[in-house]
């Protein structure tokens, strides 16, 4: 006789968990995109090459780590959207469609696939649990190494008129930063699912 309404109880549950689910992932979005802004507007290193070193893949690769592949995707595309739209939420300041003309242009393009491509790599890792901070490196790593190095050295090929290996060159000079930027990303993102798990079981 108690079988029909727990299966009714059952069936309702869903939707306000659905709801939820929706405002959560927006606020985690727009929080985390907000975080790479910031990110980008602090006072940078200067380069030869008119692309200065900034914590934006910091908080491009830790969206991607933290949220995983389809929100952290998400976030920074939301961050370079609100950027190209005008807000002068780039590095040095800067917003508006005049940052595709700046050598930086490959760099900024490829956040979102960045984000996207460390929350999918993030996923096997956090799946084991041992090993999680050096995979969650290694994820950080190999996204930022397959997506945005190949589009910067594009974009510095087509905005400086270099060659590949002059491109190369410059590239080079950033990477050292970007290893100490993922070690630190994997850090925080460790410490975050330590202090809340929900974030681990709730990541897509």
């Not at 920074?76 to 469609?97: D, K, M």
């Not at 790599?121 to 799946?127: D, M, P, Q």
Request: proline residues 7%; hydrophobic residues 55%; positive net charge.
């Amino acid at each position: 006789m108690t079988s029909a309404p727990d299966q009714e109880t059952d069936v309702a549950l869903p939707a306000p968990v659905a709801r939820s689910s929706v405002s959560t992932d927006i606020a985690l979005i727009s929080t985390f995109a907000a975080f790479i802004a910031v990110c980008a507007v602090l006072p940078g290193i200067p380069t030869p090459s008119g692309v200065p070193i900034t914590l934006q893949t910091f908080g491009v690769i830790l969206a991607g780590l933290v949220l995983g592949w389809r929100r952290g995707g998400l976030t920074a595309l939301l961050y370079v959207t609100l950027g190209l739209a005008g807000l002068p939420i780039f590095a040095e300041g800067t917003g508006g469609l005049v940052v595709l003309s700046k050598p930086s242009v490959g760099y900024l393009l490829a956040f979102p696939f960045a984000a996207a491509l460390a929350g999918a790599f993030a996923g096997a890792a956090l799946r084991r649990t041992s090993w999680r901070y050096p995979l969650l490196v290694a994820a950080g790593l190999g996204a930022s190494f397959l997506t945005i190095h190949p589009a910067g050295i594009a974009g510095l090929m087509a905005r400086l008129g270099l060659s590949a290996g002059e491109a190369l060159a410059i590239d080079v000079v950033y990477w050292p930063g970007d290893v100490v930027k993922n070690l630190a990303a994997a850090a925080v993102a460790v410490a975050v699912f330590k202090a809340f798990p929900d974030m681990l079981r709730s990541r897509r």
